[in-house]
């Protein structure tokens, strides 16, 4: 996979917007709300699925070398393989969905909307799971803990994204190539 220097800059400034809004955080016990979902969600609508992506990519990696760029200014590992890593290996595979769904339809508020719900379930899916498995919990109390709480405000954030990928796409010409 060839990126052009436009692909790679946009995907290193998308990885630092991830970041920066990482750091907005409300404490909700073990896992805390995050804009992580959103902008992950909203860089994905506006760069495509390989560039956004990769965005989520190199922001995890920022991470992993130690930068605090996850959630409450968090860094390394360690984080990967605690409550909330699932979440974070979540990301990958929701950029990579919504990105694939918005390649195979048209940029528009539907789809880029639903595209960007699909996203944030996957998140949330991963995020439980991986809850399960790290926490010893039954199904049920990883649902509770890591799903039940995040389903309102990650619909109200995949909204967010969509929507204002959408009209701020439609204003730059990079993304109407992407989508055409």
């Known amino acids: 996979m060839k990126l052009s220097t436009r692909e790679l800059v946009l995907a290193g400034l998308f990885a630092a917007i991830i970041s920066i809004l990482s750091q907005f955080t409300i404490p909700l016990g073990t896992i805390p709300l995050t804009l992580q979902t959103f902008a992950v969600g909203f860089a994905v609508t506006l760069l495509g699925k390989k560039t956004g992506t990769i965005a989520v990519l190199i922001y995890l990696l920022l991470g992993l070398i130690g930068l605090p760029v996850f959630a409450g200014g968090n860094a390394g590992f360690a984080v990967l393989f605690g409550p909330t890593g699932g979440f974070l290996i979540g990301f990958i595979f929701s950029a990579f969905t919504t990105g694939w769904i918005l390649e195979k339809t048209h940029l528009n508020f ?12 996957i998140t949330l899916l991963f995020g439980a799971a991986w809850l399960k498995v790290s926490g010893s919990m039954t199904w049920t109390g990883a649902f509770a803990a890591g799903l039940i709480p995040f389903i309102l405000p990650s619909i109200i ?22 989508y055409q």
């Open 110 to 121: 539907f789809n880029a909307i639903l595209a960007n719900l699909v996203g944030t379930f």
């Open 157 to 178: 954030k995949a909204f967010a994204a969509g929507y204002l990928a959408v009209i701020i796409g439609r204003r730059l010409s990079y993304t109407r190539m992407l």
